[in-house]
């Protein structure tokens, strides 16, 4: 009688998700806490739409010309030359706000030094967050002209191209500081407060307060040289028309060239 010996059956090690599936998931969870903090989903996304749609129904302003002492500026209604001001802000609001305070957050609750044990590395989180962020924005600014066309008759830009690439310009660099703040920040508050102070600060230079035309030369010429003032300033460039924004381009592209690597070269995971 013959027997028949069986090779031992042997164990399958676990498939390991992908790197790509792993960051996908990883940004949709980032996202659905992103989510669910009223104040991120209020001011980062619904804010500047908002913003701009109250403006345009309430003020009496709003459909006078922009600036009748200019040849160009004056073909405009108030609150179409407000919008790209309005589109500096979304700007502002996640790149010097919601973005360096949560990761600042992370690093006091210490999830940034637990990361850095875990076979998940913890740059992934950086990149879910700017992920999110990115998408958060994107709404916010697409959320924004929509309703300003729809609602408050807000005019189309001259040169849309133009206006895109300012803007793609304006999200580096206003995230190259972002990023600086949430490189070094140790806490979220500590974060909160610097992002906030900048926040605030940008919003002048952008126009928010007061429109950047009705300001004296010196501060338009200061402002040129602030991220949001250089995003305001070419995307309503762009927007009406007028000259080439060179020196505002230069000015984002300068900050995005020099902050991104700093805040990469100062970043504390814990």
Do not use: C, H, K
Not at 7 to 15: E, Q, T
Not at 63 to 71: A, R, T
Not at 223 to 250: D, I, R, Y
């Amino acid at each position: 009688m013959s027997t028949t010996t069986t090779a031992p059956a042997r164990a399958v090690a676990p498939r390991r998700p992908s790197a790509a599936r792993a960051l996908r998931r990883l940004t949709l969870t980032e996202g659905r806490l992103f989510l669910r903090d009223p104040s991120n989903a209020f001011f980062a996304i619904v804010f500047p739409g908002l913003l701009l749609t109250v403006l345009g129904l309430v003020m009496p302003w709003a459909d006078q010309p922009f600036d009748v002492d200019d040849p160009i500026l004056s073909q405009f209604t108030a609150i179409t030359g407000y919008t790209p001001t309005v589109l500096a802000l979304a700007v502002g609001t996640v790149a010097f706000t919601t973005f360096p305070t949560t990761i600042a957050t992370y690093r006091q609750r210490g999830v940034l030094r637990r990361l850095s044990t875990t076979p998940v590395p913890p740059t992934r989180v950086l990149v879910a967050q700017v992920a999110v962020n990115l998408a958060a924005l994107l709404v916010a600014a697409v959320l924004a002209f929509v309703l300003g066309v729809a609602v408050v008759g807000v005019e189309a830009p001259t040169q849309p191209l133009l206006v895109v690439g300012a803007f793609v310009l304006s999200v580096l660099a206003a995230f190259a500081v972002g990023s600086l703040i949430a490189a070094v920040a140790p806490t979220g508050p500590a974060a909160n407060g610097i992002g906030a102070t900048v926040y605030f600060m940008s919003l002048f230079f952008a126009g928010v307060w007061l429109p950047l035309p009705l300001m004296p030369d010196v501060v338009q010429t200061i402002a040129q040289f602030t991220p949001l003032g250089a995003a305001a300033q070419a995307m309503s460039a762009a927007w009406f028309g007028q000259p080439f924004p060179g020196v505002e381009l230069l000015a984002l592209a300068g900050w995005a060239l020099v902050g991104i690597p700093l805040a990469a070269r100062l970043f504390r995971w814990s």
